[in-house]
């Protein structure tokens, strides 16, 4: 693996952070204020709408999707998007400056890949041009949703229609103003012998008679406007049977298509938000005095800063090492990293700022700093696109296999 940048990437990181620095920092607290106080929460920002102009301007517009897409990609490599989405990462919405942002990335790339050519007129080109946002429905209040195979929407066939009935709640972007689709993945064909041939995903507009917002989901009293997570009642939700993606029974293999890279681009963005966190803690220690000395200089604080660098490095080479081999053997060949730095990221990233929330004592857990939400954020990932513990139990069972195999 070759460690050293391209000249392009090294040009758009350069470019990136430039943007961030003019345009994104100063305006982020700003940012935060106007979605807490707005009567209207689930509207961007005014001003989001004229950077997101001046990323198009700048070609920094869609940098995730791989150069298998062809036209529709920049050309970049998931190697060469880790650097750039860490960049984004460092602040929270930043993603969705540059059209980004989760989950709209995860839905174009199922559009992109799995969307027959309507499909992606219809919704695909939208997204890409960030005229729209996006919902993706999985995750179910009444079963275990860490087992997929527990969903229990019922996804029907009557004649030229589909009719979707369920229960649906984390459905993220489902909130925002600007989402006008949803892709629910639920039960075609809940008899079948093979459990995961069951589910199918397909599109539902969100306006669609019989999809009700329910309410939105708070994170550890964040709302996260003005994306949001919304529960959703899906009732006799009448849909054509174009809009099934795939084919029937074709829901898990989406599933695993969608999540390898959606899981990446949250690890990327997690090491973005570590990094920061480290940076400040650092300004922070040497600028604050206690006992008579900067609190840089006590032992605790010093390990607490070494240990962080330490992590966050170890996350950021098996990020680029997952990411360079997705794009060496695909997506299903670079599972077991994936699972390895999904289960890693999100921890280093809580670990990480909860030492910089310390160093900032009770300013770290107040709004005038960003740690008190980038750790609620880091925390809800432990759990999102499926939690620690089956990460860890299907990488168990994978290495114990291989291991066994080769003796």
Sequence with gaps: MDFDYSKRVTELQQRLTLFMEQYIYPVETEYYEYVESSDKPWESHPL???????????????????????????????????PLAEIMGRVLWASEVFNCSAPDTGNMEVLARYGNEEQK??????????????????????????????????????????VINGRKWWTSGAMNAHCKILIVMGKTDPENSDRYKQQSMILAPLDTPGVTVVRPLNVFGFNDAPEGHAEIILEDVRVSAGNILLGEGRGFEIAQGRLGPGRIHHCMRCIGLAQRALEEMCVRASSRTAFGQPISKQQSVR?????SACEIEQA??????AADKMDKGGNKAAKDLIAMIKIVAPSLACRVLDRAIQIHGGGG???????????????????????????????????????????
Excluded at 303 to 307: F, L, P, R, V
């Design 121 to 162: 007129k219809e919704w695909l080109e939208p997204l890409m041009n960030g005229d729209i946002r996006s919902g993706f429905a999985m995750t179910e209040p009444d079963v275990a949703s860490s087992d997929a195979t527990n969903v229990e929407t019922s996804i029907l066939r009557e004649g030229d229609n589909y």
């Design 48 to 82: 989001m709408e004229s950077l997101k102009e001046k990323a198009k301007a700048e070609g920094l517009w869609n940098l995730f999707l791989p150069r298998s897409y062809g036209e529709l990609s920049p050309g970049l490599t998931n190697l060469e998007y880790a």
């Design 316 to 321: 950021r080479l098996l990020t680029l090492e």
């Design 365 to 407: 857990v107040s709004q005038d700093f960003f740690m008190a939400r980038a750790y609620s954020l880091s925390r809800a990932l432990r759990l999102a696109d499926g939690p620690d513990e089956v990460h860890m139990m299907q990488l168990g069972r994978n290495l114990a296999k291989y291991y066994a195999d080769q003796v």
């Design 303 to 307: 390990e607490a800063i070494a240990q």
